[in-house]
Structure formats: structure tokens, C-alpha cells
């Protein structure tokens, strides 16, 4: 890759100790929010596939509309498969 290349993507461009440290700060909070969505996922495929919401939802579908568990089309999607 040419200099000129790099420069343009930002590859080789220094970070002041202010940015550098932020960066670390939300690296940080990006590993822990990939951990939680992993969590999370795990948690309602054993909803789903368990079928644990049929005491008070007749579908998963339902169980995730409502407010407190709407998490995006994301999960509307993965419902209905």
C-alpha cells in the first residue's frame, strides 16, 4: 500500500495521548458489549427454542414485542425464522 493510500485511510497517522486513551476506553466498552450480546442472544434462543415464553405469549414473536424486550428488527427477523 502506498503512503498516500495509508495516509488517506488514517493508517499511519499518530494518536495524541488524549485520543489514544479514549480509543482504549471504548475498545473497551465494545468487548464488553460484544460479551453481553452474546449473552443475550444465547438467552433467547433458549426462550425461543424452549419455548419458555408460552406461559404468558402464545409465540416468541409476541414475547419480544413487548416494550421492555424490543430490541430492533434484528430480533423481529430472527423471530420468525
Do not use: N, W
Request: hydrophobic residues 40%; aromatic residues 4%; contains cysteine.
Amino acid at each position: 500500500m502506498s503512503a498516500a493510500v495509508e495516509l488517506v485511510a488514517g493508517v499511519g497517522v499518530g494518536l495524541d495521548s488524549r485520543e489514544s486513551a479514549r480509543l482504549a476506553e471504548l475498545e473497551h466498552v465494545v468487548e464488553q458489549g460484544l460479551q453481553t450480546f452474546v449473552e443475550v442472544g444465547l438467552a433467547l434462543a433458549e426462550i425461543r427454542d424452549g419455548r419458555l415464553y408460552r406461559a404468558t405469549h402464545s409465540t416468541f414473536a409476541e414475547y419480544c414485542d413487548q416494550p421492555e424486550r424490543r430490541t430492533g428488527m434484528l430480533l423481529k427477523r430472527r423471530s420468525a425464522e
